[in-house]
């Protein structure tokens, strides 16, 4: 059983938090902890088809690669900046397709505040067209027109919802920044990073947020 330090409370605290909402979002979900120095990437596949980071600062370097439980990591995460690893568990099969490390090209950058502007947007719209639609096959056709459309540069307003969702936009004003490859764009922000694969696109079932 391998542990970690964390860099004092206020990282704690932030990851906590990042949890919370990740548990909250889907109570079964599995994190990839990746750490080769003095930070920790705690990555997550938030039901948006995104794949989520959130880096932490540690007190001292660590080389750690585990797919752990996000709701076991949690409780961990609770009780003290000193943290064991949780168990290993078999995780789903973006954990094994994380976006690349290098080779990407920035794009554009924005305000936080005008992201969320486009997000509240997004969400009345969707909810204002699919008020009284009940077949799949339309919400899915209105989800698609809606939650792909960009927000930043080229990357669609699920990533950024999936952001928002997460806590890693932060709680004020800062800046954002898209990001590409030509198989992957990523919203970075002041607590993390959201990346999607293109052309990929979710159930309709999650937008409901």
Request: charged share 20%.
């Amino acid at each position: 059983m391998s542990s970690v330090e964390l860099a004092g409370e206020a990282e704690r605290q932030g990851l906590v938090q990042y949890l919370e909402r990740l548990v909250a979002l889907d109570n079964r979900a599995a994190v990839r902890l990746q750490a080769g120095g003095d930070v920790v990437g705690i990555w997550s596949g938030p039901p948006f088809e995104v794949v989520a980071v959130r880096p932490v600062a540690l007190s001292g370097p660590a080389q750690l690669d585990a797919t752990v439980s996000a709701q076991r990591l949690l409780e961990r995460v609770r009780e003290a900046s000193t943290v064991e690893v949780p168990p290993a568990v078999s995780g789903p099969n973006w954990v094994g397709l994380l976006p690349p490390r290098s080779g990407w090209e920035e794009r554009m950058r924005g305000d936080v505040a005008n992201v969320r502007l486009a997000i509240d947007s997004a969400k009345h719209f969707f909810r204002a067209r699919a008020e009284g639609v009940t077949d799949r096959a339309s919400l899915e056709n209105i989800a698609q027109d809606v939650w792909e459309r960009t927000c930043l540069g080229e990357v669609p307003v699920r990533s950024a919802h999936a952001a928002e969702s997460l806590g890693l936009m932060g709680p004020g004003d800062g800046v954002a920044v898209a990001l590409s490859t030509d198989t992957w764009t990523r919203l970075s922000v002041p607590g993390g990073s959201v990346a999607a694969r293109r052309g990929l696109f979710p159930s309709v079932s999650v937008f409901t947020l």
